[in-house]
T-cell receptor, first 116, second 114 residues
């Protein structure tokens, strides 16, 4: 079974631009979560999508947005890029369909975004 | 509120000696706990998980962790370190109160000395 894939793997943008990152979950997984990883802040939760609906959102400004399609693929968008947005963006998928316990998340290799 | 504290930011061990990476958690409900490993320039790989079954959890590559509710701890151990174990390790808590949201610790960097 193929793992979580993320495209592109590397990206260089300039301040003020916008960027869209893509994530394809493991087949059958309906939950997709996004995380930002930086040396200073560590791993921070951005948002989670399930069945095309955003279920949870972290403490990030509105410049960060996302969506999920009917095939569970997800995209995240960052508008008006700032230098501080340089980070590794990780996508994770899970089988979670509600219920009593949390399911493990499977992570993709990440997209390394550099803002200059 | 859910949170995780990884008590050591860096651990060094000699090859062949035991590994102990410490994690304390805070959770309002019955938690699910995970350990992930991240090798340089790679994504995160699941090592093991606890979801209210057996308190001693065995994972991949010889790692295991014990859930101790009275101590709110979930320490990761391995009897004998291998060079390939050198990586960043993250302890994660999640619970039904927050759906599938993961709360990560700040990570422990493991160095294995030959």
């Amino acid at each position: 079974k193929a793992g979580v894939t993320q495209t592109p793997r590397y990206l260089i943008k300039t301040r003020g631009q916008q960027v869209t990152l893509s994530c394809s979950p493991i087949s059958g997984h309906r939950s997709v979560s996004w995380y930002q990883q930086t040396p200073g802040q560590g791993l921070q939760f951005l948002f989670e999508y399930f069945s095309e609906t955003q279920r949870n959102k972290g403490n990030f400004p509105g410049r960060f947005s996302g969506r999920q399609f009917s095939n569970s693929r997800s995209e995240m968008n960052v508008s008006t890029l700032e230098l501080g947005d340089s980070a590794l963006y990780l996508c994770a998928s899970s089988k979670l369909a509600g219920g009593l316990s949390s399911y493990e998340q499977y992570f993709g290799p990440g997209t390394r975004l550099t803002v200059t | 509120a859910q949170s995780v504290t990884q008590l050591d930011s860096h651990v060094s061990v000699s090859e062949g000696t035991p590994v102990l990476l410490r994690c304390n958690y805070s959770s309002s409900y019955s938690p699910s706990l995970f350990w992930y490993v991240q090798h340089p320039n790679k994504g995160l790989q699941l090592l093991l998980k606890y979801t209210s079954a057996a308190t001693l959890v065995k994972g991949i590559n010889g790692f295991e962790a014990e859930f101790k509710k009275s101590e709110t701890s979930f320490h990761l151990t391995k009897p004998s370190a291998h060079m390939s174990d050198a990586a960043e390790y993250f302890c994660v808590v999640s619970d039904r109160g927050t759906g599938n949201q993961f709360y990560f610790g700040t990570g422990t960097s493991l160095t294995v000395i030959p």
